[in-house]
């Protein structure tokens, strides 16, 4: 880990976070999370196990929902590393713009059923899974993957014209 590619992954979650208090609420106070598709971008551009833990712990302690920080950590967590999973595993997708944004939209969906489960547990409320999942969620995914379709190629199109070490520099 070195600290150029230290300084975009913090760049990235920056952006995140920055878009994350400014984008209003969909339904109940929750908004999609754009910190999530820079983190999914930092992973398809620093697929390393130490990156994904870094990333995993910095995006998830934001959240705005009332209880929502254990609920964020563990999704955040759980969800970077099978999004890490699927691109060392799959590594040819990281070149296809269609197929990395199919990966963040299920991304999306991973992590936004992880937190509704959680929030819904810890919180003992009797809130609709299925209605907050058609409300919320599915707009996130949307959101989230226009965001990802956009903002990773500009992404990668800069690490390749600088002398940043990514998983496109092999």
Known sequence: MNTKSLVLMSLLTAVGAALYLIIPPITGGMKPDFMLTMMFISIFLFPEVRNVFLLAGTTGIISNFPGGFIPNVVDKFITAFVIYAII?????????????????????????????????????ADLPFGGLFLAVVLPAVAMNGIAFFLIYPIVKGLVKRSSFKTAFSN
Request: charged letters at 5%; glycine letters at 14%; hydrophobic letters at 55%.
């Open 88 to 124: 060392v595993s799959l590594k040819k997708i990281t070149g296809n713009l269609i197929a990395s944004t199919v990966v963040a939209g299920i991304g999306t969906v991973l992590s936004g059923s992880i937190f509704l489960s959680i929030a819904i547990f810890i919180l003992g």
